[in-house]
Nanobody
């Protein structure tokens, strides 16, 4: 699976941004998807995941502000980010997983394919 993330940029705190990740090369509906992020000096962490059956899961620090969704007709996964905070500044990565795709799996080591990353900067 090839993944191409887009939609990053500079935004003021409190505003919204929507990331997209277009996939190709494999049956999109058969893979689970996730969004991760890595801030400077920190480890990469899971933000949100969506399984093949549509089940979603979120990290506590974004729940209620971020929404992950998938469009199997467009082969795209989205991350809608609302009420952004300066601490949301990071490189955001989309990833795809073939391991138990119908389940939520949080560990990044089970994700097989990764996009190139999109920089999101939130100014105060």
């Amino acid at each position: 699976v090839q993944l191409q993330a887009s939609g990053g940029g500079l935004v003021q705190a409190g505003n919204s941004l929507k990331l997209s990740c277009a996939a190709s090369g494999r049956t999109f509906s058969a893979v689970a998807l996730g969004w991760f992020r890595q801030a400077p000096g920190k480890r990469r962490e899971l933000i949100a995941a969506v399984a093949t059956n549509g089940q979603t899961d979120y990290a506590e620090f974004v729940e209620g502000r971020f929404t992950i969704s998938r469009d199997n007709t467009e082969n795209t996964v989205y991350l809608q980010m609302n009420s952004l905070k300066p601490e949301d500044t990071a490189i955001y990565y989309c990833a795809a997983r073939t391991y138990y795709p119908y389940r939520i799996v949080r560990s990044e080591r089970f994700y097989d394919y990764w996009g190139q990353g999109a920089l999101v900067t939130v100014s105060s």
